[in-house]
C-alpha cells in the first residue's frame, strides 16, 4: 500500500484533517456539534465516495486506498462518519445503486441484525448502535426480503433514532425501521458476515491509525516531561514501555494491512480479517494502557487529548466482533483443517 | 509525520511459491523415510541432512554464484528457512554459517578466503559458531577482552568464549577479539572479526549441559592459539562498526518466533477439529500473534530485498517474536484438555512431550542473540529517546 495514487489520496486526507480535525473540533463533536467544515472538506475531496466506482458517482478508488484514508482518519480521531460513509457507499454500489450525497452509515452492525422488507415495500425491524445514525442523511441497509438479501437505500430523516453514544462519546444511535419505505431497492450478493468481516477490516484499521498517534504522542511527552532532574524518556523503565508500546502500533499495522489486502480480493477472507480484528484489538488495549501510563495524571484529563485516541481504540476494539468472537472463529478454522495444516494454513493466510 | 515503524508488505514473487512446494515435498519425503521426526519440535544437527540441502540449492542462496550461491532473492531464502524451521527439520549444522557468518565473509572477507570458504558452506560442508560472549562480557558485547596480540605472520590469541553454541561440532568460529584498548572516545573501539579454525592447536572446547540435559553451548579456551593474518574479517579494531548491520538479518528471521510452534500444533490435534468455543479461542488468539508476526518478518525479509537495512523494525520483531514463543508453552498449558487415562495414548503423549520441551527452552527465546532488555533500548533509541 504504497505506490503513488495512494500516497496523493492520503496526503489530500491527512491535509485535511491537519487544517480541519483539531481537538477543539473533536471535543465539539462530543457535544453534539456537527464539525461541518470537516466534513464538507472531505465530500468536496471525493473522499467519502472512495469506494464507489466512478459510474455510479463515485471517485473509483481502490480499497487499499480507501483503508489507507481510515488509517489516517483514526490517527487524527476524525469524529465523522468517514469509515460508515465508505462502508455504505460500498454496500450500495455493489448493488448498482449510486451513492447519494451527505454523510452515509450503515445498518445492521451486529451479526444477529435482522431488517425485513415486506411485500408492501415496508421495512420492519430495528438496528442498535449504528455509527451517526443522528448525522446520517441516508442509511444503507442489507435487509431480507423472503429468502433473499437486498440492500435498501432509506432517509434518515423521520425515522425514530434514540440517541445513545460510544465510549469515546461517538454516536451510536438505534434506530427503528418500522415501517419506513426506502428510496431504493436492489437485491445483493452482500451476506450480513460480509459486512461484518468489511467492519471488522475497518475498525481494524482505525485501531493502527489512532495506535501511530498515541505512540507519537507518548514519546514527545516523554521527552518533554522532566522528572528527578531529567525528562522521563532517560528512564529505562519509561524506554522499554515505550519500545513495547512500538512493537504493538506495528503489529497492529501489520495485521490491519492483512485485512485490508483481503477486502482488496473478492472472498473476504474470514481468516485475514479474523487475524487483524485480534491482533489490532489486543495491541489497542496494551497500547492504551502504555500510554496512559507514560502520561500520568495528565493523560487521564479531559482537557489533555490523549483521550480521543484511546477512548475510541476501547470502543473500536468492541466493534463489528471483539477480539473473542474473531478469536473462537479463527480457533475453529484452524481446528476444522487439523494440525498438520495448522503451518500450511498460517503461510496461506498471511 | 509518524514515529511508527514501516513494516511493508512484502509480497512473494510466483517462484517463491513454487519453491516452497518444491521444500515441502522434500521434508515430507525426508520425515517418510525416517531422517528426523517433524513432530519432536527439536531440530536437530545432522551434517548429512545439511549436506542434502547444499545439494540441493538451499544454503548461501542468495550469495554471488561465484562463491557457490545461487543469487536468489532474500524472500525465496525465507521461504526455505521457516518451511524448514515449521517442520523442525535438523538444520543446526548449517544454519549459522547460512544466516550469519557466510554474510560477514561475504562481505569482510578477503577474496582468497572467500573462494576458499564459501563454496563449502553452501555446500553444507562446514559447520559455524560465533564467538561474541565472554564470563565477563555478555550483553555488554564491545566489553569482550580475549586478546588477540600481533607476533610474526599473525596473532596469538588467548581468552575465552562462553555460551558458544556448536562450538564442540563447529569447524569454524567468527570470533570478536580484543586487538586494541577502548579509547576515552569510542568505548567500542579496539574489537576485530577473526575467522577461526576450530583445529587450531591452542583452543579447548568444553562442554556446559543446559536445563533440558542437552548439550548446545560451550566454554572455549584460547591460549596462545596462532592465527594467519589472512583470516581477519575487515578492519582491525574497526569491528564495532561492521557488526550493526548484520543484526538485521540474525533478528528479523522465523527462528526469532517459531522455537516453540509444536505445542500449539499438539494442542490442535488433541482438541480435534470441533474444540470448545472456549479452546477455539485460545488457539485463534495465538493464531492470529503467529500470522502477524510472520507477515511482520516476511515484511523484513522483502526490506532486505530491497536492499534495506531495517535495523530496528528487525529489534521490533525479535522482541515481539521471542514473547510470543515464549508465552505460548504456557498459553498452550492452560488450554489443553485435562490429561485422562481415556485418552488414545499417541496424540497425548505427543502433546506432553512437545509441552514439555517447549517450557524448558522458554527461558532462553528471550536471551540468546540479544537480550529483550538490549532489544528495546535498540527499539528506544530508534524512538529518539536515547
Not at chain 1, 477543539?24 to 462530543?30: G, Q, S
Not at chain 2, 538485521?248 to 522465523?254: F, I, N, V
Given at each position: 500500500?504504497?505506490?503513488?495514487?495512494?500516497?496523493?489520496?492520503?496526503?489530500?486526507a491527512?491535509?485535511?484533517?491537519?487544517?480541519?480535525?483539531?481537538p477543539?473540533?473533536?471535543?465539539?463533536?462530543?457535544k453534539?456539534?456537527?464539525p461541518?467544515?470537516?466534513?464538507?472538506a472531505l465530500?468536496?475531496?471525493?473522499?467519502?465516495?472512495?469506494?464507489?466506482?466512478?459510474?455510479?458517482?463515485?471517485?473509483?478508488?481502490?480499497?487499499?486506498?480507501?483503508f489507507?484514508?481510515?488509517?489516517?482518519?483514526?490517527?487524527?480521531?476524525a469524529p465523522?462518519?468517514?469509515?460508515?460513509?465508505?462502508?455504505?457507499?460500498?454496500?450500495?454500489?455493489?448493488?448498482?445503486?449510486?451513492?447519494?450525497?451527505?454523510?452515509?452509515?450503515?445498518?445492521?452492525?451486529?451479526?444477529d441484525?435482522?431488517?425485513?422488507?415486506g411485500?408492501?415495500?415496508?421495512?420492519?425491524?430495528?438496528a442498535?448502535?449504528?455509527?451517526?445514525?443522528?448525522?446520517?442523511?441516508h442509511?444503507a441497509?442489507?435487509?431480507?426480503?423472503?429468502d433473499?438479501?437486498?440492500?435498501?437505500?432509506?432517509?434518515?430523516?423521520?425515522?425514530?433514532?434514540?440517541h445513545?453514544?460510544s465510549?469515546?462519546?461517538?454516536?451510536?444511535?438505534?434506530?427503528?425501521f418500522?415501517?419506513?419505505t426506502?428510496?431504493?431497492?436492489?437485491?445483493?450478493?452482500?451476506?450480513?458476515?460480509?459486512?461484518?468481516?468489511?467492519?471488522?477490516?475497518?475498525?481494524?484499521?482505525?485501531?493502527?491509525?489512532?495506535?501511530e498517534?498515541?505512540?507519537e504522542?507518548?514519546?514527545?511527552?516523554a521527552?518533554?516531561?522532566?522528572?528527578?532532574?531529567?525528562?522521563?524518556?532517560?528512564?529505562?523503565?519509561?524506554?522499554?514501555?515505550?519500545?513495547t508500546?512500538a512493537g504493538?502500533?506495528?503489529?497492529?499495522?501489520?495485521?490491519?494491512d492483512?485485512?485490508?489486502?483481503?477486502?482488496a480480493?473478492?472472498?473476504f477472507g474470514?481468516?485475514?480479517?479474523?487475524?487483524?480484528?485480534?491482533?489490532a484489538?489486543?495491541?489497542?488495549?496494551?497500547?492504551?494502557a502504555?500510554?496512559?501510563q507514560v502520561?500520568?495524571?495528565?493523560?487521564?484529563?479531559?482537557?489533555?487529548?490523549?483521550?480521543?485516541?484511546?477512548?475510541?481504540?476501547?470502543s473500536?476494539?468492541?466493534?463489528?466482533?471483539?477480539?473473542?468472537?474473531?478469536?473462537?472463529?479463527?480457533?475453529?478454522?484452524v481446528?476444522?483443517?487439523?494440525?498438520d495444516?495448522?503451518?500450511?494454513f498460517?503461510?496461506?493466510?498471511? | 509525520?509518524?514515529t511508527?515503524?514501516?513494516?511493508?508488505?512484502?509480497e512473494?514473487p510466483?517462484?517463491?511459491?513454487?519453491?516452497?512446494?518444491?521444500?515441502?515435498?522434500?521434508?515430507?519425503?525426508?520425515?517418510e523415510?525416517?531422517?528426523?521426526?517433524p513432530?519432536?519440535g527439536?531440530?536437530?544437527?545432522s551434517?548429512?541432512?545439511?549436506?542434502?540441502l547444499?545439494?540441493?540449492?538451499?544454503?548461501?542462496?542468495?550469495?554471488?554464484?561465484?562463491?557457490?550461491?545461487?543469487?536468489r532473492?532474500?524472500?525465496?531464502?525465507?521461504v526455505?528457512?521457516?518451511?524448514?524451521?515449521?517442520?523442525?527439520?535438523?538444520?543446526?549444522?548449517?544454519?549459522?554459517?547460512?544466516?550469519?557468518?557466510?554474510?560477514?565473509?561475504?562481505?569482510?572477507?578477503?577474496?582468497?578466503?572467500?573462494?576458499?570458504?564459501?563454496?563449502?558452506?553452501?555446500?553444507?560442508?562446514?559447520?559455524?559458531?560465533?564467538?561474541?560472549?565472554?564470563?565477563?562480557?555478555g550483553s555488554d558485547?564491545?566489553?569482550?577482552?580475549?586478546?588477540?596480540?600481533?607476533?610474526?605472520g599473525?596473532?596469538?590469541?588467548?581468552?575465552?568464549?562462553?555460551?558458544?553454541?556448536?562450538?564442540?561440532?563447529?569447524?569454524?568460529?567468527?570470533a570478536?577479539?580484543?586487538?586494541s584498548?577502548?579509547?576515552?572516545?569510542?568505548?567500542?573501539?579496539g574489537?576485530?572479526q577473526f575467522?577461526?579454525?576450530?583445529?587450531?592447536p591452542?583452543?579447548?572446547?568444553?562442554?556446559?549441559?543446559?536445563?533440558?540435559?542437552?548439550?548446545?553451548?560451550?566454554?572455549?579456551v584460547?591460549?596462545d592459539?596462532?592465527?594467519?593474518?589472512?583470516?581477519?574479517?575487515?578492519?582491525?579494531?574497526m569491528?564495532?562498526?561492521q557488526?550493526?548491520?548484520e543484526l538485521?538479518?540474525?533478528?528479523?528471521?522465523?527462528d526469532?518466533?517459531?522455537e516453540?510452534?509444536?505445542?500449539?500444533?499438539?494442542?490442535?490435534?488433541?482438541?480435534?477439529?470441533?474444540?470448545?468455543?472456549?479452546?477455539?479461542?485460545?488457539?485463534?488468539?495465538?493464531?492470529?500473534?503467529?500470522a502477524?508476526?510472520?507477515r511482520?518478518?516476511l515484511?523484513?525479509?522483502?526490506?532486505?530485498?530491497?536492499?534495506k537495512?531495517?535495523?530496528?523494525?528487525?529489534?521490533v520483531?525479535?522482541?515481539?517474536?521471542?514473547?510470543?514463543?515464549?508465552a505460548?508453552p504456557?498459553?498452550v498449558?492452560?488450554?489443553?484438555?485435562?490429561p485422562g487415562?481415556?485418552?488414545?495414548?499417541?496424540?497425548?503423549?505427543?502433546?506432553e512431550?512437545?509441552l514439555?520441551?517447549?517450557?524448558?527452552?522458554a527461558?532462553?527465546?528471550?536471551?540468546q542473540?540479544?537480550?529483550?532488555?538490549?532489544?528495546?533500548?535498540?527499539i528506544?533509541r530508534g524512538?529518539?529517546?536515547?
Open positions: 500500500m504504497s505506490d503513488a495514487t495512494d500516497d496523493i489520496i492520503v496526503d489530500t491527512t491535509r485535511i484533517f491537519q487544517d480541519l480535525c483539531l477543539a473540533t473533536i471535543n465539539d463533536a462530543e453534539g456539534v456537527w461541518k467544515a470537516l466534513w464538507d465530500e468536496a475531496s471525493g473522499l467519502t465516495v472512495a469506494w464507489v466506482a466512478e459510474d455510479l458517482g463515485g471517485a473509483g478508488a481502490a480499497m487499499a486506498d480507501g489507507a484514508v481510515l488509517r489516517a482518519a483514526g490517527r487524527f480521531a465523522v462518519p468517514l469509515a460508515e460513509t465508505l462502508m455504505a457507499g460500498w454496500l450500495l454500489a455493489r448493488a448498482g445503486i449510486p451513492a447519494p450525497g451527505g454523510p452515509l452509515t450503515i445498518a445492521p452492525v451486529h451479526a441484525g435482522d431488517i425485513a422488507l411485500g408492501d415495500g415496508r421495512l420492519a425491524g430495528r442498535r448502535r449504528v455509527p451517526f445514525a443522528r448525522n446520517a442523511a442509511i441497509v442489507l435487509v431480507r426480503r423472503g433473499e438479501r437486498a440492500v435498501a437505500l432509506v432517509a434518515a430523516s423521520g425515522l425514530p433514532i434514540s445513545d453514544q465510549l469515546a462519546g461517538e454516536p451510536r444511535d438505534t434506530v427503528s418500522d415501517g419506513a426506502p428510496e431504493t431497492v436492489k437485491p445483493t450478493d452482500i451476506n450480513l458476515d460480509m459486512l461484518q468481516r468489511l467492519g471488522a477490516a475497518v475498525r481494524s484499521q482505525q485501531i493502527a491509525g489512532a495506535l498517534k498515541i505512540l504522542q507518548s514519546v514527545q511527552y521527552l518533554d516531561r522532566s522528572q528527578f532532574g531529567r525528562p522521563i524518556a532517560k528512564f529505562q523503565a519509561v524506554q522499554h514501555n515505550l519500545a508500546l504493538e502500533v506495528a503489529a497492529a499495522g501489520a495485521a490491519a492483512l485485512a485490508a489486502e483481503a477486502c480480493g473478492t472472498d474470514i481468516a485475514e480479517i479474523a487475524i487483524a480484528k485480534v491482533r484489538g489486543e495491541a489497542a488495549g496494551n497500547g492504551a502504555i500510554a496512559h502520561h500520568g495524571a495528565m493523560g487521564f484529563t479531559y482537557e489533555h487529548t490523549l483521550h480521543h485516541a484511546t477512548r475510541r481504540l476501547w473500536w476494539r468492541e466493534e463489528f466482533g471483539n477480539e473473542a468472537v474473531w478469536a473462537t472463529r479463527l480457533g475453529q478454522l481446528a476444522a483443517e487439523g494440525a495444516r495448522l503451518w500450511p498460517v503461510t496461506q493466510h498471511t | 509525520m509518524t511508527s515503524f514501516r513494516f511493508d508488505p512484502a512473494l510466483p517462484e517463491a511459491r513454487e519453491l516452497r512446494q518444491e521444500v515441502r515435498a522434500f521434508l515430507a519425503a525426508e520425515a523415510a525416517g531422517t528426523f521426526s513432530h519432536r527439536k531440530g536437530g544437527f551434517r548429512e541432512f545439511s549436506r542434502k547444499g545439494a540441493r540449492g538451499w544454503i548461501g542462496m542468495t550469495w554471488p554464484k561465484k562463491y557457490g550461491g545461487h543469487e532473492s532474500q524472500l525465496e531464502r525465507y526455505v528457512t521457516e518451511e524448514l524451521l515449521a517442520a523442525h527439520a535438523p538444520t543446526r549444522a548449517h544454519s549459522t554459517a547460512d544466516r550469519q557468518s557466510g554474510p560477514v565473509i561475504l562481505r569482510y572477507g578477503q577474496e582468497e578466503i572467500r573462494q576458499q570458504i564459501l563454496p563449502r558452506i553452501a555446500a553444507g560442508e562446514l559447520c559455524f559458531c560465533i564467538g561474541l560472549s565472554e564470563p565477563n562480557s558485547v564491545f566489553a569482550a577482552s580475549t586478546r588477540a596480540t600481533k607476533t610474526d599473525g596473532w596469538l590469541v588467548n581468552g575465552r568464549k562462553i555460551w558458544t553454541s556448536n562450538a564442540h561440532e563447529a569447524d569454524y568460529m567468527i570478536l577479539l580484543r586487538t584498548p577502548s579509547t576515552k572516545e569510542n568505548r567500542r573501539h574489537l576485530t575467522l577461526v579454525e576450530m583445529k587450531t591452542g583452543i579447548a572446547t568444553r562442554p556446559i549441559i543446559n536445563l533440558t540435559g542437552g548439550h548446545d553451548f560451550n566454554e572455549v584460547f591460549d592459539a596462532f592465527l594467519p593474518d589472512s583470516p581477519l574479517l575487515g578492519e582491525v579494531d569491528a564495532w562498526k557488526a550493526t548491520d538485521a538479518y540474525e533478528r528479523s528471521g522465523p526469532r518466533w517459531i516453540t510452534l509444536s505445542a500449539l500444533t499438539e494442542l490442535v490435534r488433541v482438541a480435534g477439529d470441533e474444540p470448545s468455543e472456549h479452546l477455539a479461542e485460545g488457539i485463534g488468539r495465538q493464531i492470529a500473534h503467529l502477524t508476526l510472520r511482520m518478518s515484511s523484513v525479509a522483502g526490506m532486505l530485498q530491497a536492499g537495512t531495517p535495523a530496528v523494525e528487525s529489534a520483531v525479535k522482541d515481539l517474536g521471542t514473547n510470543f514463543e515464549q505460548l504456557d498459553k498449558r492452560l488450554l489443553a484438555p485435562p487415562d481415556a485418552q488414545p495414548d499417541g496424540n497425548d503423549d505427543r502433546f512431550e512437545a514439555r520441551y517447549t517450557t524448558l527452552i527461558p532462553k527465546l528471550t536471551i542473540g540479544g537480550t529483550r532488555e538490549v532489544l528495546r533500548g535498540i528506544a524512538l529518539g529517546l536515547r
